[in-house]
């Protein structure tokens, strides 16, 4: 009986399930380069948790699908390679402090021929990088084409090649071949590079089939971005009929990171597939609805392998030479004046990480004029920098709240150091005499220092504008992960007639950004200006900012105090005219929400309200605020359909003129209720005929408002694009109707990627002017360039009938010029 029972006793537990074996055992379910699909540990292994096969072979839990399929990345393989079905098991679930995934560069004596074909020797013993998962339509799921990457590095440049293969290679989109055009509608690879390792910068590369190049730089965990720097780089591409393929080589002379003998970069290494609007990388973060997730720093592999790698102290220099001949209307002397100028850009590595940057006689004639735009709010606008000088090392002067979106159509900032005050006035060039910048990292601290010394001038309105120094001092200091503490001082300095330099305006401030997640964001800042005019006052502002970017919510709540007399003159202030004292309020929150259709892929929808207010108005201390609810459709075939319906509330303090050409206009004293309805399409930026247009129906004060946007880019080929906006706003007031127009056109003609000529024109009736800018550019040598440059201008008067009609009365030249620009780059 004893005998009996012992033996069943034996059998139970040689058929019961083990708590090391059975429960937490799983099947690899399906393989992509390093990682490994895995289902059926039920909730046994956790992020970190340490797997191993039959074979010994050893992985890592580096995302969780859902309750039942986890992503394991393969740390070791022990003999066999794993196959689809093996068994697996967890040994522990302690959390690992490894990365989650690890790519490795290779150290070749010299590196590969650049022609866009991985056949180069240098090539050869380069690990190949595979395993690219969705970000979307699918999340973390193999890509539907294969990619492989290699990384090689020699003494002065790291080299990328990808090799993307393509079961359909006849329907690449490959439509810009121009530097910095939009490709991210074409068929594309990116990098992403963070070589600090500090998760909160990087430079960004993306590089197409034609080998066509565009790059930013990355600041804030990639939530900001300058896509106007210039890095000095090489790629070439190569279509054969398995896809195609580039090779990328980045001098080391162009990144900044520290010296150390085993060194650790964060990378993110990703492909777009334009027909299929698939985007596929290495590391995919949380779901979210903004279009920018690619630039995020948060969530990255590591690259590894960088043995004994030394920073080169970057020392160039580029004179150049500017002869040309300008004829203006306006002048006393109208006939055309030929000038000669000429000067130097200087850089220089004071450290690896610490670059001086100097400039005499700085010019920007090759830089393009803003985009025409209409204005019919009590804001400001806000523009982007375009000139190169204040481009390089832009991010580290960021400070204060960024602008939401870009050109015209951005929300303003308030930020208190804003380049574009430094030699503009009123839309007109001021001359710049010296030039000084300093920027770089040393530890855990960043760096920036800003002297620029610009000259005086009178402007075609008459107005005299003195000789002026600006002054910047920029520190940010890492305390924890994703997370930094800073100041800054910016200084404007002035002569005052028959005195010394005693006329100033300065401001200082304090900021913080706190991360505790990648998907929580804090960021605020406090300042204070004076100013040297003896009615003026110290002037105080603060700002905070949460944001939540999660699976499919996302989120902002913003606060602004900006105090009556707080006025940065090197800044920018988005202050509404009759306001003394502004609190700003902003909620938003957005829904990506699936579809899952054969038609549509998501539905992105969300509202967001801002409310104004003046404490110091005892009797009505609101002042503006606006509520608008939009839904963004987004079709598989990457075209977007938008409606928005808006509701506002607008306190008139000051009166204001919507129209330049309309004076007797005025929108009068007053509180106004209006709504607002638009809608329109948005094609994918994949298509060679992209036409787009947007309509707005509603109120605007004391009328109607009605505005139609039409956009169409045609892309026959790589090397033509031809890109035509039209805008107009037809008001209906009480006191008169009218029209505002805005015609661009940009045609564009790429004789190879480093050589192109570019036609732009644009017409504003409200302002009564037109121009016609035509740009030659061809960049000889890496960092050299010749420019020929065309500008005319026009100014285009009307008379405004009975009928409220524009008649136009005379098109006259304003004024033309004719420049040639050289310019030499000599590295040492």
């Known amino acids: 009986m004893i005998r009996a029972c012992l033996l069943g006793l034996f059998c139970i537990a040689i058929c019961a399930p083990s708590a090391n074996s059975d429960d937490t055992a799983g099947i690899v379910k399906e393989i992509t380069g390093d990682l490994a699909y895995v289902s059926g540990l039920n909730g046994a292994a956790s992020l970190g948790s340490q797997l191993q096969m039959d074979n010994g072979s050893t992985l890592q839990v580096i995302k969780k699908l859902d309750d039942d399929v986890l992503v394991a990345r393969v740390v070791e393989e022990n003999g066999s390679s794993i196959k689809v079905a093996d068994r697996i098991r967890v040994v522990t679930t302690q959390t690992s402090g490894d990365a989650p995934r690890a790519v490795y560069a290779t150290r070749v004596d010299n590196g590969p021929k650049m022609d866009g074909r991985l056949d180069d020797p240098a090539w050869q013993n380069a690990k190949p990088i595979e395993g690219f998962v969705q970000r979307d339509p699918g999340y973390w799921v193999p890509s539907t084409e294969r990619t492989t990457a290699r990384i090689v590095y020699d003494q002065r440049k790291i080299y990328f090649g990808f090799e993307c293969f393509d079961s359909e290679p006849h329907k690449i989109v490959a439509n810009n071949m121009r530097r910095d055009s939009q490709l991210w509608g074409d068929d594309n690879v990116q990098i992403l590079l963070d070589t600090y390792n500090d998760r909160q910068t990087g430079a960004f590369f993306f590089v197409n089939s034609l080998g066509a190049k565009r790059d930013l730089i990355l600041s804030r965990e990639g939530r900001t971005y300058n896509d106007d720097w210039d890095c000095i780089w090489e790629a070439k591409g190569h279509r054969d009929d398995k896809g195609w393929s580039v090779e990328v080589a980045i001098p080391f002379d162009q990144l900044r990171f520290k010296d150390e003998e085993d060194a650790v970069w964060g990378i993110n290494l990703a492909r777009f597939i334009a027909r299929k609007t698939e985007s596929t990388a290495l590391m995919i973060g949380q779901r979210s609805t903004s279009p920018t997730q690619r630039y995020r720093t948060t969530d990255l592999a590591e690259l590894r392998g960088l043995k004994s790698l030394k920073t080169r102290r970057v020392f160039q220099i580029k004179p150049y030479v500017l002869p040309g001949a300008v004829k203006d209307l306006q002048a006393d002397d109208p006939s055309a004046q030929t000038s000669f100028e000429s000067g130097v850009d200087l850089r220089y590595g004071l450290t690896p990480n610490m670059i001086l940057d100097l400039s005499y006689n700085t010019d920007f004639a090759q830089v393009e004029g803003d985009q025409e735009e209409v204005n019919l709010t009590q804001f400001s606008q806000f523009f982007p920098e375009k000139r190169e000088f204040f481009l390089e090392g832009s991010n580290l002067f960021d400070f204060g709240e960024a602008a ?425």
């Open 404 to 828: 939401t979106r870009r050109g015209g159509d951005s929300r303003p900032p308030t930020i208190l150091f804003y380049s574009r005050r430094i030699g503009l006035e009123s839309g007109e060039p001021v001359p710049i005499l010296l030039g000084s910048k300093l920027t770089g990292k040393a530890g855990k601290t960043s760096i920036g220092a800003l002297n620029v010394l610009t000259d005086s001038k009178t402007l075609h309105d008459d107005t005299f504008v003195q000789r002026s120094n600006f002054s910047v001092l920029r520190l940010k200091h890492d305390v924890i992960a994703r997370s930094n503490i800073g100041a800054i001082i910016v200084n404007k300095q002035a002569p005052v007639p028959n005195a010394g330099w005693d006329q100033y305006n300065r401001a200082a401030g304090l900021d913080f950004s706190f991360s505790p997640s990648n998907a929580l964001n804090f960021q605020g800042f406090y300042a204070q200006t004076w100013d040297s005019a003896e009615d003026a006052q110290t002037g105080a502002a603060g700002f905070l900012q949460a944001t939540y970017s999660g699976g499919i919510y996302s989120s902002t709540l913003k606060y602004v105090d900006i105090g009556e007399h707080f006025l940065p003159k090197a800044g920018f202030v988005n202050r509404r005219a009759g306001l003394k004292r502004l609190r700003r309020y902003e909620a938003q929150f957005r829904a990506r929400i699936p579809a899952n259709t054969n038609l549509i892929r998501y539905i992105s929808t969300g509202p967001r309200f801002r409310l104004f207010t003046d404490p110091s108005d005892p009797t009505n201390k609101v002042k503006f605020w606006d509520l608008q609810v939009s839904t963004y459709t987004r079709f598989n075939a990457g075209d977007w359909y938008r409606v928005e319906f808006a509701r506002t509330h607008d306190v008139v303090e000051r009166t204001f003129k919507p129209s330049k050409k309309r004076p007797d206009i005025i929108i009068p004293h007053g509180t106004y209720n209006f709504t607002k309805f638009g809608t329109g399409p948005y094609p994918s930026r994949s298509r060679k005929v992209r036409p787009e247009f947007d309509i707005e129906i509603g109120n605007y004060y004391t009328g109607k408002r009605y505005k139609l946007s039409l956009e169409n880019t045609f892309m026959p080929s790589g090397k033509l694009s031809i890109e035509t906006d039209y805008e107009v706003n037809w008001l209906r007031l009480p006191q008169g109707n009218f029209n505002i127009q805005v015609l661009s056109n940009r045609l564009i003609y790429s004789f190879s990627t480093d050589f192109y000529v570019k036609l732009f024109a644009q017409w504003n009736n409200d302002r009564e002017q037109a121009s016609v800018n035509v740009l030659l550019n061809y960049r000889f040598r890496p960092g050299s360039d010749i420019y020929f440059v065309y500008d005319q201008g026009f100014d285009v008067t009307y008379d405004h009938n009975l009928d409220d009609r524009d008649v136009l009365r005379e098109w006259s030249e304003r004024n033309r010029a004719v420049l040639i620009k050289v310019s030499y780059m000599l590295g040492m």
